[in-house]
């Protein structure tokens, strides 16, 4: 699997847009980018992948380059409940996979 | 939306005894997953199972069993209880063999075993 680094932590003030950014330079060509998250004392949670095109769900924004080395996941209106950790995962598709975390961005949303 | 629900939110046991931890899913996912998560340890995988009856060993198995009867249900089993499976459990489940990354995650059991 593609290595990935993320900033170990960022702050961000209510209602404004959290952009997290990741880089997965050793991407490759049949690997998906995903992103979870985990509140604190919660259990992790999906949020959106994408191959090469940017994605939208009604949780994020998903970035995608066109070199698919990096990638920004955007909360567009973030709100206190969005203070959590955030992973940023390389992965073929398929399979039953085992989830394997890195270090993640510890985001903290400021009221 | 997905729901995966788990026992407990909360366990006390004491050491030696059996425990018991079940988790449901409601969307008829073939994958089903346990984890432990523990602070600077991160994920780790202990049993999955891809379909009713069958499983596989995770990285971590030793100390644990599972059953899975039930499509919907997933069961961990501490046959003896001992203060190091003092963590945090997380029950997943994913659809699809030849399906998605997209795992969905219960709340989590945090148990305590002293």
């Known amino acids: 699997d593609a290595k990935t680094t993320q900033p170990p932590s960022m702050d961000c003030a209510e209602g404004r847009a959290a952009n997290l950014p990741c880089n997965h330079s050793t991407i490759s060509g049949n690997e998906y980018v995903y992103w979870y998250r985990q509140i604190h004392s919660q259990g992790p949670q999906y949020i959106i992948h994408g191959l090469k095109n940017n994605e939208t769900n009604e949780m994020a924004s998903l970035i995608i380059t066109e070199d698919r080395k990096s990638s920004t996941l955007i909360l567009p209106h973030a709100t206190l409940r969005d203070t959590a950790v955030y992973y940023c995962?390389?992965?073929?598709?398929?399979?039953?996979?085992?989830?394997?975390f890195g270090q993640g961005t510890r985001l903290t949303i400021n009221p | 939306d997905v729901k995966v629900t788990q026992s407990s939110r909360y366990l006390v046991k004491r050491t030696g005894e059996k425990v018991f931890l079940e988790c449901v899913q409601d969307m008829d996912h073939e994958n089903m997953f346990w984890y432990r998560q523990d602070p600077g340890l991160g994920l780790r995988l202990i049993y999955f199972?891809?379909?009713?009856?069958?499983?596989e060993k995770g990285d971590i198995p030793e100390g644990y069993s599972v059953s899975r009867e039930k499509k919907e249900r997933f069961s961990l089993i501490l046959e003896s209880a001992s203060t190091n499976q003092t963590s945090m459990y997380l029950c997943?489940?994913?659809?699809?063999?030849?399906?998605?990354?997209?795992?969905?995650f219960g709340p989590g059991t945090r148990l305590t075993v002293t």
């Open positions: 199972s891809y379909d009713v009856k069958m499983k």
């Open positions: 995962i390389v992965r073929v598709r398929g399979g039953a996979q085992k989830l394997v």
């Open positions: 997943a489940s994913t659809p699809g063999l030849a399906g998605t990354y997209e795992q969905y």
